[in-house]
Every structure is written in C-alpha cells, then in structure tokens.
C-alpha cells in the first residue's frame, strides 16, 4: 500500500511590523500637546483662534507646495537636471561645485528648503554613486543651501512667510530687502564648502566621467511637472498669493498624474507629519510664551536699536534655533519685537534662518536631511560636520545681519 506524503505548510511568511519614525511622534506629541495647551485654557481661546486662522494660509501652501515637489521628483525634473549638471561640468570637479551649488540653491529659492533636504539630497546622494565620487560634499551642499539659501523670498521658508506678513512686505518688495543678505549667506556657505569639503574631498586631477543624460521615463508627465513649476514660480513673482499659486500649480500637475500615471496619487503623498508638526508648535510655542517665554527671549533681545541691536537679533535667533528649533526661535523673537522695527524683525529672520545648522534638531530641514542620508546608507562626518556647520552659523549670520544694514 502506497502512503501519499503530505509536505507540511509551509510556515507563514514573516509580517513587516510598521514602526513610526521618530518624527512621526515628535509631530503627534506636539499635536497633542499643542491640543492640550488650547482645550485647557493655558492658551485662551482668542488667541487660539487667532493662531489657527494665521496658519490656515501655511498650512495650504505646505501641504500643497510639498506635494507639488514629490510629483515632480517622481516626474524625474531632478534627476534630469543632476545629471544635466554633471554633464555640463565636462568632468570638472571645480565646475560640478558650483552647478550642484546652484541648483541646491535655486531649489530652495523657489519650491522652499524642505523640497531641497527631502527631494534633492538622494538626487545628489545617487549622483554621487553613479560619478564614484565622495557623497559627502554633495550631501553637505543640500543640508547647508537648503538652511542659508531660504532668505530671498517669502516661498522660500516659513519663517519668512511670517515675517513678511509681520513687516507687511509684498513678496517683490520683501525679496529686495533680502536680496543682499542672501546673496552674501549664499557666497559665505559656497565659500566654506569649497574649503572644508569640496576641495578636501575631490577626486585624483580634480576630474571625474561624467554620466550619461537621465531620460525620463514619461516625457509628458516630465513636461507637465516642469511646467507646472514655471507656473508656480511665475504666480510668486507676480504676486499671486502663495496658498493660491502653489494650488494652481499642483491642479495642473495632478491632472498630468491622473492621465498618465493614477497610481502614483496616494494618500501618503501628503505631508501630514509637517502639518501636525507646525500646527502644534504654534500652539506650544505661543502658550509658552505667555507663561515665560516671551521675558526669556525679551532680555536676550534687548531694546538696543541701530547695528547693535540687528545683530543681538541675529545672533539671539540663531542661538535659540540651535537649542530648541528655528521655527520657535522666530515666533518667540517675533512676539516681543514691535512690527515697525522692520530690521530687527529681518535680523532675527536671518539668524533663524542661516543660523540654524549647529544641531541637527535646530531646523527640520536639517532632520529631514539627516534621515534621508541615513536611509541611503550615506554617514557624514559628525564631528566635522557640527565644527564646521556653526563656523557657517557663525560667519553666515555675521555676515548676512551685516549687509542688511547697508540696505537698511
């Protein structure tokens, strides 16, 4: 009698078990206890409100704007302009310095610094591999343009959204008041990345292969992203409010993806952790303020007027971003300036905007940058990374607080 042998079932396969990323939660418990802080009376419900109604606006261009960068990632503007870049350079390692530069700069000029630390960074990172160069220079150029490069234009960050609106500047006249400031942050932070990274890092001869040109894999999707940029850029320059601009923009782009690629669109493509994350730390910073903050930062701010007290502003924001996180540097310096004094409101912008890249919490740029460097398997020099950030800190904010005084 022949016995069938049954194979026994095969065990189940193992289940990836979802775990948050640490930002998941910072954002959640800020949430909640920004929640907390409104439910229990330790904000007053006016002021409540009022704070709500002010990000309203942030939150629709955040939320819009960053959704925007992903589809046009995916699109392949990026990677097609990377490695156009390489290709331009010729094999220069000199010359690729500044187009990577430019690009890390022009970037967060107009899609904001979170698109450069979140989008650019793993362009540059596979740049990087496919060239066989040092990933370093590359990463340290999105993490440090994507911080000092965010003055020019109220786009460009959201602490300049809020001191725009506190100044009340339009964006064209807002964006003359910082052009030099930017212009000396941007050429301080081109300057020490070539020093103490670029040169240091660069290839035998200074050259480099450069790679074939990326080809995106739907033309039409790339053509419909890009053109959705240029008119994203092009409603900012015309004074299109920025929710409204970067709403229209995303419209044009997403009817590109529900023509040519539907599964793309998913709900994860929305930035909820930023939106949980700005709205509680709204909410905190402004109770905190009532209950302490404000005095603290009052006294470091000090009533001084003139260059003195530009550059205590400059220096307090950069100094409070480092220890807590720009965001809450900007707010709490923002609370106890009068609006009229215009220059110290903008000196204090420039330190919480150049300032903030001594610790990797100080902006959360800077954390998106670390995770996604993390995740390519890319590990920067810490030491050499922190000594030389707060020499930029330092010397950027100096020198950018400086050449507001010269438009002032």
Same mark, same amino acid.
């Given at each position: 009698?022949k ?33 907390a ?12 409100? &009022?704070t ?13 704007v960053?959704?925007l ?6 699109? @392949?503007?990026?990677?097609v ?19 990577? @530069?430019?690009?890390? +700069? ?6 904001n610094?979170?698109?450069?630390a979140v ?17 370093a220079?590359?990463?340290? +150029? *999105? ?19 809020l ?18 400031p ?32 990326h ?19 092009? /409603? ?10 970067? *709403? ?7 009817? /590109? ?12 493509l ?13 909410l905190?910073v402004? +109770? ?10 009052? *006294?470091?701010? !000090?009533?001084? @007027? @003139? ?8 220096? +307090? ?7 807590l996180?720009?965001?809450? &540097? ?9 609006? !009229? ?16 890249l001594? &610790? ?5 740029? *800077? ?7 993390r995740a ?23 020198g ?9």
């Amino acid at each position: 009698m022949k016995l069938d042998v049954v194979a026994p079932p095969a065990p189940p396969a193992p289940t990836t078990r979802w775990r948050p990323h640490p930002l998941d939660l910072v954002a959640v418990v800020l949430a909640v206890v920004g929640a907390a802080c409104a439910l229990s009376g330790l904000l007053p419900r006016a002021e409540t409100t &009022a704070t709500l109604h002010r990000i309203l606006p942030l939150l629709l261009f955040l939320g819009t704007v960053i959704v925007l960068a992903e589809l046009t990632a995916v699109a @392949g503007v990026f990677d097609v302009l990377a490695s156009r870049l390489a290709i331009a350079s010729r094999g220069r390692w000199a010359a690729l310095f500044l187009l990577c @530069g430019g690009l890390a +700069t022009l970037t967060t000029l107009v899609l904001n610094l979170d698109t450069t630390a979140v989008l650019l960074t793993p362009v540059l990172l596979a740049l990087a591999r496919t060239l066989r160069v040092p990933a370093a220079p590359l990463a340290v +150029t *999105t993490v440090w343009l994507a911080n000092t490069a965010s003055l020019l234009l109220p786009v460009s960050n959201l602490t300049n959204l809020l001191a725009a609106d506190r100044v009340g500047l339009a964006p064209l006249t807002y964006a003359t008041r910082m052009a030099l400031p930017q212009l000396v942050a941007v050429a301080v932070t081109m300057a020490l990345l070539w020093f103490t990274w670029w040169r240091r890092d660069q290839p035998t001869g200074g050259r480099f292969v450069p790679p074939a040109a990326h080809v995106p894999a739907d033309p039409v999707l790339h053509r419909t992203a890009l053109a959705g940029c240029l008119l994203f850029i092009g /409603g900012i320059l015309a004074g299109v409010q920025i929710g409204l601009a970067s *709403t229209v923009a995303l419209a044009l782009v997403l009817v /590109g993806f529900v023509v040519r690629s539907p599964a793309t669109l998913r709900p994860g493509l929305v930035p909820v952790r930023l939106l949980l994350f700005v709205t509680g730390l709204f909410l905190v910073v402004q +109770t905190l303020g009532r209950h302490g903050l404000d005095d603290v930062v009052g *006294t470091m701010l !000090g009533a001084d @007027g @003139g260059a003195l007290g530009a550059l205590r502003a400059g220096g +307090t924001g950069a100094l409070i971003a480092n220890a807590l996180n720009n965001l809450p &540097a900007y707010l709490a310096g923002e609370s106890v300036l009068p609006a !009229g004094d215009a220059t110290r409101l903008l000196a204090l912008l420039i330190g919480t905007n150049v300032g903030p890249l001594a &610790a990797p919490w100080a902006s959360l740029a *800077t954390l998106l940058w670390f995770e996604r460097c993390r995740a390519a398997g890319v590990a920067v020099p810490l030491t050499r990374f922190v000594l030389t950030s707060i020499l930029l800190a330092v010397t950027g904010t100096l020198g950018a607080v400086g050449a507001l005084l010269l438009v002032s």
